[in-house]
């Protein structure tokens, strides 16, 4: 079975804080993507990479996936309050059979 | 392009009961997938659906079923109710697995 580990579980900052979330895994996954869900909806997708190395940027948020492919972080420049929610990374395994879902990281950003 | 459908949004029943949850994809995804998401568990895989077949399937009880239909609408069964099936049951639709999953808003399942 192949586990997600995020980190941290819980983030409360203020407006205009930079912050970062991580995603470790022991094993690889040739994909993962990185969804954001909001209180009584579903996960909505926000990137997915695939290449090792691979740096995505999304207006603030910035994604990386890990050389080895089993870990990746999702930086947020000057947060708003518009970025709270559920951010939850996911891997695809290489068989590209099974997405795995990390536990999440619930972030509250503060006007 | 309509999003993912669910209903109902909220359900209650009680221990021993049996539910049905409904789910109609975007037009034309033939995936179709069902999460468990509990605050302890977090998002859980059930199983996968494609052209009427059972794809892939997580680890859970045989209380757990699904099917899918030949229009891709994909319904969930879950017999014989515990209180700790009491969670919030997303389906998710691709075009043809899991490169890009598009969420429905969820079936919030209470058993008392």
């Known amino acids: 079975t192949q586990l997600l580990e995020q980190s941290p579980q819980f983030l409360s900052i203020q407006e205009g804080e930079n912050l970062t979330v991580y995603c470790n895994s022991s094993?690889?996954?040739?994909?993962l993507q990185w969804y954001r869900q909001e209180p009584g909806e579903g996960p909505v997708l926000l990137v997915t990479v695939v290449t090792g190395g691979e740096v995505k940027k999304l207006k603030r948020l910035t994604f990386q996936f890990g050389d080895a492919r089993k870990d990746s972080s999702l930086h947020i420049t000057a947060a708003q309050p518009g970025d709270t929610g559920l951010y939850l990374c996911a891997g695809v395994d290489n068989a590209g059979n099974m997405l795995t879902f990390g536990g999440g990281t619930r972030l509250m950003v503060k006007p | 392009k309509a999003g993912v459908t669910q209903t109902p949004r909220y359900l209650i029943k009680t221990r021993g009961q049996q539910v049905t949850l409904s789910c109609s994809p975007i037009?034309?995804?033939?995936?179709v997938s069902w999460y468990q998401q509990t605050p302890g568990q977090g998002l859980q895989f059930l199983f996968e659906?494609?052209?009427?077949?059972?794809?892939n399937k997580g680890n859970f009880p045989g209380r757990f079923s699904g099917r899918q239909f030949s229009n891709s609408r994909s319904e969930m069964n879950v017999s014989t109710l515990e209180l700790g099936d009491s969670a919030l049951y997303l389906c998710a639709s691709s075009p043809g697995g899991n490169e890009k999953l598009f969420f429905g808003s969820g079936t919030q399942l209470s058993v008392l």
């Open positions: 037009s034309g995804h033939r995936s």
């Open positions: 094993s690889v996954f040739s994909s």
């Open positions: 659906y494609f052209s009427e077949t059972q794809r």
